[in-house]
T-cell receptor
Framework: AQKITQTQPGMFVQEKEAVTLDCTYD???????LFWYKQPSSGEMIFLIY??????QNATEGRYSLNFQKARKSANLVISASQLGDSAMYFC??????????????FGTGTRLLVSP | DTGVSQDPRHKITKRGQNVTFRCDPI?????LYWYRQTLGQGPEFLTY????????KSRLLSDRFSAERPKGSFSTLEIQRTEQGDSAMYLC?????????????FGNGTRLTVT
C-alpha cells in the first residue's frame, strides 16, 4: 500500500529565508505522481507543485521547488525567500498511476509552517 | 474561473440526524471528488465522479454515506444517522480531463460537528 510520511509536525522560519519541508513515500508502483498542497487557516487546499516519477528534472514553480530523490523515495518541498503569507499547513500527497487521470491521492499528516518577521 | 464552492461552510447536528452537503465544481471540470479530513490528519479520499457516473468509492464510505452528481454538474454528499465519528471537514475538489497530473482544485470545505 502506498504511504506518505511527513516527520516534521511544525517548522519555523524567518521571513526571506529558505525552508525545506520533508516528505518520504512508499509505493510498489514504478509510475506515480507526487504533489504538494498548502492549506491556510481558511481550509482550502491550494495546489503548489507536481513531480512525476519519470521526470528527469526537479519541478519548480516560482518560489517552490521539489527536491526529488527517487532512490531515497523522498520529495522534499523547498520554499525560497519565505513570506509571512506562507504560514500554513503543507501536505505532501501521492497518486499511483494505475489510476492515471483520476486523482485518488494519499496525503501525509502535514507540516505546519510558521514564518516570523 | 470562480473556484469550487461548498455549502454550508459549517454544520452542527445532533447524533442520529441526516445531513446533506453541496459542492459546485469549476464549471468546465468533469471530474469531481470528495475527501474527508479529520483533525491533525491529511485528507482521505471518499469518492470520485466522472460526469454523472460515480466510478470509485472508498471503503471509508459506509452505507450511511451516499453521494450523487445527477446532471454531471453539482454534487451532494448525504450522511444518514450521523455519528460522532463523522465529525470532520468534508472537502470537495474538481479537475479537468487530461493527464494524471491535472491538479485538484479544492473548495473551502464543510466542517461537520456531530454532538
Amino acid at each position: 500500500a502506498q504511504k506518505i510520511t511527513q516527520t516534521q509536525p511544525g517548522m519555523f522560519v524567518q521571513e526571506k529565508e529558505a525552508v525545506t519541508l520533508d516528505c518520504t513515500y512508499d509505493t510498489s508502483d514504478p509510475s506515480y505522481g507526487l504533489f504538494w498542497y498548502k492549506q491556510p487557516s481558511s481550509g482550502e487546499m491550494i495546489f503548489l507543485i507536481y513531480q512525476g516519477s519519470y521526470d528527469q528534472q526537479n519541478a519548480t514553480e516560482g518560489r517552490y521547488s521539489l527536491n526529488f530523490q527517487k532512490a531515497r523515495k523522498s520529495a522534499n518541498l523547498v520554499i525560497s525567500a519565505s513570506q509571512l503569507g506562507d504560514s500554513a499547513m503543507y501536505f505532501c500527497a501521492m497518486r499511483e498511476d494505475r489510476n492515471t487521470g483520476f486523482q485518488k491521492l494519499v496525503f501525509g499528516t502535514g507540516t505546519r509552517l510558521l514564518v516570523s518577521p | 474561473d470562480t473556484g469550487v464552492s461548498q455549502d454550508p461552510r459549517h454544520k452542527i447536528t445532533k447524533r442520529g440526524q441526516n445531513v446533506t452537503f453541496r459542492c459546485d465544481p469549476i464549471s468546465e471540470h468533469n471530474r469531481l471528488y470528495w475527501y474527508r479530513q479529520t483533525l491533525g490528519q491529511g485528507p482521505e479520499f471518499l469518492t470520485y465522479f466522472q460526469n454523472e457516473a460515480q466510478l470509485e468509492k472508498s471503503r471509508l464510505l459506509s452505507d450511511r454515506f451516499s453521494a450523487e452528481r445527477p446532471k454531471g454538474s453539482f454534487s451532494t454528499l448525504e450522511i444518514q444517522r450521523t455519528e460522532q465519528g463523522d465529525s470532520a471537514m468534508y472537502l470537495c475538489a474538481s479537475s479537468s480531463t487530461g493527464s494524471g497530473n491535472s491538479p485538484l482544485h479544492f473548495g473551502n470545505g464543510t466542517r461537520l460537528t456531530v454532538t
